[in-house]
């Protein structure tokens, strides 16, 4: 299949592009302040708590007290397209890292006046980047910025559009900017994240294809790419945080599952808002065997999200439950998969085919606890349900053979 064989490609494409959202600021101005430091990363520690309205709040005041820094506008811009991101529910360690995800168009259309506030504050980053360029040539912190621009670009694009030539075309600007940047300072250490990307992405090509590569110029190597990667984690001013994510999605691509651990459990310790990061450490669990560990770890978040904890609300209980109850009952904890998919049908935000799923999830639990006749009438309520990923069909066999697992 096609798509599978260039899913690699695309896959770290959007991870390349995902580099230098949180630029610095431009070095030839004073607009490199403590002051507007300070204000700034607490923008990005509510981006990473997942509170992308309060986020957008302080890069707009942010924008109103520095009207000609670039970085305002490309943090309110970036907030925009994460927050559509976490709707899609795009944020997702193995949804990011499936084979299709990046050629797959989302069911969730990006509502048009979201879009045109992503653009022009996009286009307005641009403008006043290019401004201090064009009075500093070469500055190093102007090229990165522009390069910034160009990067949030090309992930809009990949995540968003799933255009993989329009993510390409900005990404390989973004690539360019911060190269440039290297050769002007070399301890220009947040400019590695992309430039590390960008080596480990040429590196991981099939052989089929790097060979082309190699005659269109481009050369990579992915153990380069670990390098540069770390090289930003331990020394970036500004995408330390950054580069930690992506070295823990690449790790989980290499299957060097321990080290992505490692780094899961520290943004869980540093954001321990962001619901993500504690999911993160579980589907690494799971991926090392320790299902237990992982089984914890996932019903912890289903509880905080039930006790209404900060931003862990914001979970959308009903596919999880959906998603979770199953892995319970392959754990032969029947009772918690019988509570957490009987939670599903007791919501009001479950639609009727949530609730088909359910039915026939809670009618699996039943049979394999040997309580036939429940099962038997969660059978029953599916075959008046619409009928998703054959429910009905999976519903009519176990009511003639009961459900063995």
């Known amino acids: 299949m096609q798509a599978g064989r260039y899913r690699s490609i695309h896959l770290l494409c959007g991870l390349a592009l995902f580099g230098g959202l949180w630029a610095a600021e431009p070095e030839p101005t004073d607009l490199r302040s403590p002051e507007f430091t300070a204000r700034a990363k607490e923008g990005f520690t509510d981006l990473y708590d997942l509170d992308y309205e309060a986020a957008l709040k302080k890069f707009t005041q942010l924008a109103e007290q520095f009207p000609e820094h670039p970085g305002p506008p490309l943090y309110q811009a970036t907030t925009v397209w994460l927050h559509e991101l976490f709707l899609r529910q795009d944020l997702d360690l193995d949804r990011f890292i499936s084979p299709g995800y990046f050629t797959e168009k989302s069911k969730r259309e990006m509502p048009e006046e979201q879009r045109k506030f992503f653009m022009e504050k996009i286009e307005r980053a641009r403008s006043l980047g290019e401004a201090i360029l064009a009075k500093h040539p070469k500055d190093p912190t102007a090229l990165y910025f522009l390069g910034a621009v160009e990067g949030v670009l090309g992930s809009f694009y990949i995540t968003i559009d799933h255009s993989v030539k329009n993510a390409f075309s900005h990404g390989k600007k973004a690539y360019k900017y911060d190269a440039e940047v290297l050769e002007e300072d070399p301890k220009f250490y947040d400019a590695y994240m992309t430039v590390g990307t960008y080596e480990y992405i040429v590196g991981s090509l099939p052989w089929y294809i790097k060979w082309i590569a190699a005659i269109a110029g481009f050369h990579g190597s992915k153990e380069q790419g670990f390098k540069d990667l770390t090289l930003a984690s331990q020394h970036g001013e500004f995408v330390a945080d950054d580069s930690r994510v992506l070295e823990m999605v690449l790790f989980v691509r290499?299957?060097?599952?321990?080290?992505?651990?490692?780094?899961?459990?520290?943004?869980?310790?540093?954001?321990?808002?962001?619901?993500?990061?504690?999911?993160?450490?579980?589907?690494?669990?799971?991926?090392?065997?320790?299902?237990?560990?992982?089984?914890?770890?996932?019903?912890?978040?289903?509880?905080?999200?039930?006790?209404?904890?900060?931003?862990?609300?914001k979970l959308k209980k009903v596919p999880y439950f959906l998603q979770l109850g199953p892995k319970l009952r392959r754990a032969g904890d029947f009772e918690k998969a019988e509570n957490l998919l009987s939670k599903v049908l007791n919501d009001t935000a479950a639609t009727p085919s949530d609730r088909a799923l359910a039915h026939l999830e809670l009618g699996k639990t039943y049979d394999l606890s040997d309580q036939r006749g429940e099962a038997e009438e969660q059978y029953k309520k599916v075959l008046e349900l619409p009928n998703v990923d054959n429910t009905r069909k999976e519903a009519s066999q176990y009511l003639q053979q009961p459900f063995s697992g």
Not at 266 to 295: D, T, V, W
């Open 254 to 313: 290499e299957k060097r599952y321990q080290d992505a651990l490692k780094i899961a459990q520290y943004l869980h310790k540093q954001f321990p808002e962001n619901f993500l990061f504690n999911l993160n450490r579980a589907q690494i669990e799971e991926k090392l065997g320790q299902r237990e560990e992982a089984l914890r770890i996932y019903l912890q978040v289903a509880h905080m999200a039930e006790e209404g904890v900060p931003n862990y609300q």
